[in-house]
Nanobody, 124 residues
Framework: QVQLVQSGGGLVQAGGSLRLSCAAS????????MGWFRQAPGKEREFVAA????????TYADVVKGRFTISRDNAKNTLFLQMNNLKPEDTAVYSC?????????????????WGQGTQVTVSS
């Protein structure tokens, strides 16, 4: 089993950048495919980005493609989400997740382990 602890996030103006981190403990993160999801107030959780176990395959939601970059450092057991050119509609609680499955998964139900969530607020 793996535990995920997130850091980063906060308040930024539109057009700005933030980087989220997700540190894993318990089992090495290399055993898991990883992803980022977000949930805005009054909305359902939505997929943001995913990366496979060794970090060579990534998938992005269309709304973040070209602005967000998911990456991982397996040596440091850490997942990242670099968010550039942020927009007010990116405001949400962002959560990292780990899956025992292979590949890049867009469905939240395929992820068994979740971080605590971190607030990202983008002001206009």
């Amino acid at each position: 089993q793996v535990q995920l602890v997130q850091s980063g996030g906060g308040l930024v103006q539109a057009g700005g950048s933030l980087r989220l981190s997700c540190a894993a403990s318990g089992r090495t993160v290399m055993n898991y495919a990883m992803g980022w999801f977000r949930q805005a107030p009054g909305k359902e959780r939505e997929f943001v980005a995913a990366i496979n176990r060794i970090g060579i395959s990534t998938t992005y939601a269309d709304v973040v493609k070209g602005r967000f970059t998911i990456s991982r450092d397996n040596a440091k057991n850490t997942l990242f989400l670099q968010m550039n050119n942020l927009k007010p509609e990116d405001t949400a609680v962002y959560s990292c997740a780990a899956s025992d499955l292979s590949g890049t998964m867009v469905l939240s139900t395929l992820y068994a382990y979740w971080g605590q969530g971190t607030q990202v607020t983008v002001s206009s």
